[in-house]
Structure formats: structure tokens, C-alpha cells
């Protein structure tokens, strides 16, 4: 199983900051499979990016992915009120998919 | 426009069963994957498991904290997806969301609540 882990656990920063999400994989991808997602309490996961660093549809550009082998980034350009949040990693190639631990983006 | 809702979630006691269900509209059910995920009460995200499409015979694969408890079926034709949960437990009790893989793209659910308590 390949194991995600996401630093740092907390982000504390300010509207119109930027903010970097790290995603490490216990091992390199052998695929481009790597998504993010926001969460809000009572809320289903809102998919970002697919595919590493493709937007969803909806997702404003200042959400962008980047990254490839074991090493995955999410970058918020200008952090808007409505993006404090948690957010998840998730590798979901076969046989088997695994999510990150999250990160809290708060207000500083 | 690609839709999928949950159903089937509740209480269930300890050592129950379940069985939720996720109709689909909006695109081939036979030609995608299917997952499960479920995020539990302040926790986070965790994938329970995945059917794979008709080109690849339906295969399963699940998440070890579930592997023999939990089954996952699909009834094409009528475009739902189910999740047998059997031999629950009360670190089960979480939201389940469905989750459709179109073109590398996840669609996922609103997600149904199921509670596993005495």
C-alpha cells in the first residue's frame, strides 16, 4: 500500500498569503493518478485537481497541482476566506487508492 | 451531467449489517471504476475499496480494515452500485460517499451517514 503523508498538519496564514501543501508518497507513482481535495464540515469532498495538475471544473486558477514521482505540491496562490479548509492528497491508481492525513489551512 | 446518490445509511448495532446503494445517471455505469470512501466523525478521508469496470471483469480490491466484512457489487443495467457491510463495527460509523473515475476525473457523491452503535 502506498502510504501519503501530508506536511504541515496545520497552515496558519493570512487572506491573500499563499500557501504550498506538501504530499509525499511512500514510494514513486508508477502513474499520473494523484488528486486534492477540499473538505468542509457537512460536506462531500470537492475535487481541485486531478491527474497531478489538472483543475476540476469550477476550480478558480489560483488552486494549482505540480509535482511527479513521490513528491506532489497544492498551491493557493491568494488564499481567499472561502478557502480555510482541510485538505487531502489521494493517489487512486489500481489496485488500490490511499489518501493523505490532510492539512488545515486556518486563519492566521 | 454526471449524478450519483447515496442510500441505504442508518443505525446499526454492533456486529449488524447494512446495505447502501448508489444510482448513477449521466454516463455508462459498465465502461467506469466504482469506489467507496467514507470519512468518519473528525477524522479523515479513508478509501474503503474499488469495482473495477466491465472491461476488467469487475474486479474488487478493499481496504485491509475491511477486507472480509465489506462487499462491493454493481447492477449495470440498472445503474447502482452497492456496498454489502457486514460484521460491523463502530469505528465503521462514518459517512460513505461513491465515488465514479470518468476519464481520470472522480465524481463523487453527497455521501449517506451510517452508525454503528448499541
Known amino acids: 500500500e502506498i502510504v501519503l503523508t501530508q506536511s504541515p498538519g496545520t497552515l496558519s496564514l493570512s487572506p491573500g498569503e499563499r500557501a504550498t501543501l506538501s504530499c509525499r508518497a511512500s514510494e514513486s507513482l508508477s502513474h499520473p493518478f494523484l488528486a486534492w481535495y477540499q473538505l468542509k464540515p457537512g460536506q462531500a469532498p470537492r475535487l481541485l485537481i486531478y491527474t497531478v495538475s489538472s483543475r476540476a471544473t469550477g476550480i478558480p486558477d489560483r488552486f494549482s497541482g505540480r509535482g511527479s514521482g513521490a513528491d506532489f505540491t497544492l498551491t493557493i496562490s491568494r488564499l481567499e476566506p472561502e478557502d480555510f479548509a482541510v485538505y487531502y492528497c489521494q493517489q487512486y491508481g489500481s489496485p488500490s487508492a490511499t489518501f493523505g492525513q490532510g492539512t488545515k489551512v486556518e486563519i492566521k | 451531467e454526471v449524478q450519483l446518490v447515496e442510500s441505504g445509511g442508518g443505525l446499526v448495532q454492533p456486529g449488524g449489517s447494512l446495505r447502501l446503494s448508489c444510482a448513477t445517471s449521466?454516463?455508462?455505469?459498465?465502461?467506469?471504476?466504482m469506489d467507496w470512501a467514507r470519512q468518519a466523525p473528525g477524522k479523515g478521508l479513508e478509501w474503503v475499496g474499488r469495482?473495477?469496470?466491465?472491461?476488467?471483469?469487475?474486479?474488487?480490491e478493499y481496504a485491509a480494515s475491511v477486507q472480509g466484512r465489506f462487499t462491493i457489487s454493481r447492477d449495470d443495467p440498472n445503474d447502482s452500485l452497492h456496498l454489502q457491510m457486514n460484521s460491523l463495527q463502530t469505528d465503521d460509523t462514518a459517512v460513505y460517499y461513491c465515488?465514479?473515475?470518468?476519464?481520470?476525473?472522480?465524481?463523487w457523491g453527497q455521501g449517506t451517514l451510517v452508525t454503528v452503535s448499541s
Open positions: 449521466g454516463f455508462t455505469l459498465s465502461d467506469h471504476d
Open positions: 469495482n473495477k469496470n466491465k472491461g476488467n471483469d469487475y474486479r474488487t
Open positions: 465515488v465514479a473515475w470518468i476519464r481520470s476525473y472522480g465524481h
